[in-house]
């Protein structure tokens, strides 16, 4: 728990930005500050407002005449340009005249571009000024055209081209069009000026209206908020005794200090643990407890709390209290600015955690103990695995002498034996050939649980038709309906899950052998976990539920060998595979109904090969 408090001039407790601040941060307050935005800002913004209209009204007003001189200048440039031209065709020699008149072309559409900018607020007068540019175009390029025949000493079609200029561009009444428009909107500009100015002086009086009316306001709130005040301050004073009542009634120590760490305030909590009495002022924390707070990392922490502004969180220490117990506690602290003092305070709070730590101890001592049971349970697995490697090992020499004498003796007997002594040599040698299976079963039983996994992406899909593939080849003129769904790229050791669907497959049209058209499907789905859950299903002979812990055991069979041949070996095989990757296996299954075979696998994602 912890408490964040201050000190009055007593030395109580007190929460800040209780309610000292609330009223100390009045609505009067509030009040004043929008009066005088009102009585102040308003106006300046409203002042402000009505200038830049002024301005921008007046910008408008230059803008159109502007407009009209910038208008006059184009035609000017353009009529300057062929009057010089005919100058020098008629001899009349004119100081530059050549050059004026190719001036035109290079400033005439530089003005044009401007009139365009200026003008770009008037949709009309864009109008009227494109019209101005293609009729302006049409002369530059005849008085082009007169210039290069001048030039060419060609005074006819010079002459012709002016005509023709004059006569197809009439550059003046266009030019007449802009000035027009440009007179009206000056006038459209003018009258919205006059009406802005009006306005603007109906706003100012509106807002002087405002301010007294707020002048007003404020004084009527200011008089209330003196009596909620005093208000304030007696409900502050409740608050301030019923934090003090909480703070005493919680059960958690807690003290507050200076910044020597000596005592302002203790809690009655603090004071039973640590036997001092809860009037204590000004004594030094080190003395408290009798040693109970002696630890020299703990004290210089607590400095640095007060120096540094750094608070202290769960530090954990085991204190001897006044009780004689010793306990495992948990301290915080954090350092408080006091209101009428420059010095800062502590507040320091104290958690008893003995139970916890006791329960934690307990924990870590039970999990020592299952380490040490699992490390024995794995050299027992690591045993019995190498005895039954070592066992199975060992058998195969006296059952290949078995094997090999029982040969010889049936040789050595040869047509003198009856039906009797080759029936007991059959039998021997059938019995020699199992064990032998057996063996060899046993053998990657053992091989399965010893060996490293191989992980790699391993595509379930190709597994499973490969499977299914080899036990149709052996079980020839059977018939057999496939029913195997889209399966999905997983993680596990290829050779090893191959086995998996070899045996579970096989074993679906094994037990399907008495039908005339077995049906076996393959199927995924996503389990609760996200893991993937792959199915096997038949219809074949099925089992009884009551016999499903033999199901996957080490050479438990549920059906006579003479119905159905095989070891009994291979679901233990499915199921070490299957558990080595992390997984499990199940089935459900029916008497003559059929059975169905789950097992899961992590849906972790194979990596994706670098480009």
């Known amino acids: 728990m912890h408490c964040a408090v201050a000190l009055t001039n007593q030395g109580r407790l007190m929460i800040p930005g209780g309610v000292r601040q609330v009223a100390a941060m009045p609505w009067r307050t509030g009040g004043l500050l929008l009066a005088v935005l009102v009585i102040v800002a308003l106006p300046y913004m409203i002042t402000r407002g009505s200038s830049q209209q002024s301005f921008e009204a007046g910008e408008l007003v230059t803008r159109s005449a502007e407009v009209k001189a910038l208008a006059y200048r184009i035609a000017d440039q353009t009529h300057a340009a062929e009057s010089a031209l005919q100058h020098l065709l008629a001899d009349d020699p004119v100081a530059h005249a050549e050059t004026t008149a190719l001036n035109a072309e290079g400033t005439v559409p530089g003005l044009l571009d401007e009139l365009r900018r200026m003008t770009a607020d008037n949709v009309m007068q864009q109008r009227l000024v494109d019209q101005l540019g293609a009729v302006e175009n049409g002369r530059l390029a005849l008085l082009h055209q007169a210039i290069q025949r001048y030039r060419q000493n060609d005074r006819a079609g010079a002459t012709q081209a002016l005509r023709d200029a004059d006569a197809l561009f009439h550059i003046d009444d266009v030019t007449d069009k802009i000035v027009a428009n440009a007179e009206e909107t000056l006038q459209q500009r003018r009258e919205a000026a006059k009406k802005q100015s009006y306005n603007s002086r109906l706003v100012v009086t509106m807002t002087a209206a405002a301010q007294l009316l707020m002048l007003l306001i404020v004084v009527v709130v200011s008089e209330r908020q003196i009596g909620r005040r005093l208000q304030a301050e007696v409900r502050e004073r409740e608050a301030v005794q019923r934090s003090q009542m909480i703070l005493q009634a919680v059960r958690e120590p807690i003290a507050l200090l200076d910044n020597n760490l000596h005592t302002l305030l203790v809690n009655a909590a603090f004071s039973e643990l640590y036997g001092v009495p809860e009037e204590s002022r000004e004594e030094y924390l080190e003395d408290i407890g009798q040693g109970a707070w002696a630890d020299e990392v703990l004290l210089q922490r607590l400095r640095d709390v007060l120096s540094r502004d750094r608070e202290l969180w769960d530090f954990e220490l085991t204190q001897r209290t006044i ?50 049971k699992v490390a ?52 021997i040698r059938e019995a020699s050939h199992r064990m032998a299976q057996l063996i060899e079963d046993l053998l990657v039983f053992s091989r399965l649980g010893r060996g490293a996994l191989r992980l790699q992406a391993v595509d379930m899909q190709s597994l499973v038709e490969e499977a299914c593939s080899f036990a149709e080849s052996e079980a020839p003129g059977r018939k057999i309906q496939w029913q195997i769904e889209s399966l999905p790229v997983v993680v596990g050791d290829e050779n090893m899950l191959r086995t998996v669907w070899q045996n579970l497959i096989g074993n679906a049209v094994k037990y399907t052998g008495q039908r005339d058209i077995a049906n076996i499907s393959v199927s995924v789905q996503r389990s609760e976990g996200g893991d993937y859950e792959f199915t096997v299903a038949d219809d074949g002979a099925g089992f009884d539920m009551r016999y499903i812990e033999k199901l996957f055991g080490v050479f438990q069979r549920l059906h006579k060998a003479s119905e159905f041949p095989g070891n009994g070996i291979g679901l233990a095989n499915v199921r070490r595979i299957v558990m080595r990757h992390g997984g499990r296996v199940w089935a459900e299954g029916e008497p003559g109904v059929g059975a169905r075979f789950h097992f899961t696998l992590s849906a972790i994602e194979p990596p994706t090969a670098s480009p």
Do not use: C, W
């Open 323 to 372: 009780d004689g117990v010793e306990r495992h506690v948990v301290i915080n602290a954090r350092r408080l600015q006091q209101r009428d003092s420059q010095n800062p305070a502590l507040l320091l709070t104290v958690s008893d955690v003995t139970a916890r730590a006791l329960v934690e101890q307990q924990v870590m001592e039970l999990n020592h103990q299952l380490e040490s």
């Open 376 to 427: 024995q349970i794995s050299d027992v697995n690591r045993e019995l695995e190498a005895f039954s490697y070592s066992v199975s090992h060992d058998l195969r020499a006296p059952l290949r002498h078995i094997t090999a004498f029982a040969q010889k003796l049936e040789t050595h007997l040869g047509e003198g034996a009856d039906n009797t002594a080759l029936h007991y040599l059959s039998v």
